[in-house]
C-alpha cells in the first residue's frame, strides 16, 4: 500500500516557475514508476510525465516537454516536478500517481495508487 500526498501549488503569473512534490508512504515506495497528471475544470485527466523507480528513464508529454523535470528522491520518499515557463493553460489541479510497471508510461488507469492533488493556477 502506497499513499500519496502532493503540495506546492498555488497562483503564479506566466512565465513564472513552481515546484511540486509528492510525498509517499510505504517502504517499499522506491519500486515504483510515479507519474504526474493534471485536470482543469471540463477535462479528462490527462498525463503530464512519469519516472521510473530508480530515477534512471522519464517520459513527458509533448505539451511540457522542455519546461517540467521530473525527479525523484527515493531515501525521501518523495518525488518532484518542477514546472518554468508556465502557461495559463498549464492550469489544473495536478495528481501525482504510482504505478509498480517496469519502465515510466502514461497510461491512467494502470496506475494503482493516487494522491488528492494540489491546484496550480497560471494567470496571465
Known amino acids: 500500500q502506497v499513499q500519496l500526498v502532493e503540495s506546492g501549488g498555488g497562483l503564479v503569473q506566466a512565465g513564472g516557475s513552481l515546484r511540486l512534490s509528492c510525498a509517499a508512504s510505504?517502504?517499499?515506495?522506491?519500486?515504483?514508476?510515479v507519474g504526474w497528471f493534471r485536470q482543469a475544470p471540463g477535462k479528462e485527466r490527462e498525463f503530464v510525465t512519469s519516472?521510473?523507480?530508480?530515477?534512471?528513464?522519464?517520459y513527458y508529454a509533448d505539451s511540457v516537454k522542455g519546461r517540467f523535470t521530473i525527479s525523484r528522491d527515493n531515501a525521501k520518499n518523495s518525488v518532484y516536478l518542477q514546472m518554468i515557463s508556465l502557461k495559463p493553460e498549464d492550469t489544473a489541479v495536478y495528481y501525482c500517481?504510482?504505478?509498480?510497471?517496469?519502465?515510466?508510461?502514461?497510461?491512467?488507469?494502470?496506475?494503482?495508487?493516487w494522491g488528492q492533488g494540489t491546484q496550480v493556477t497560471v494567470s496571465s
Open positions: 500517481a504510482a504505478d509498480i510497471a517496469t519502465i515510466p508510461h502514461s497510461v491512467r488507469y494502470e496506475y494503482d495508487y
Open positions: 519516472i521510473s523507480w530508480s530515477g534512471g528513464s522519464t
Open positions: 510505504g517502504r517499499t515506495f522506491s519500486r515504483y514508476n
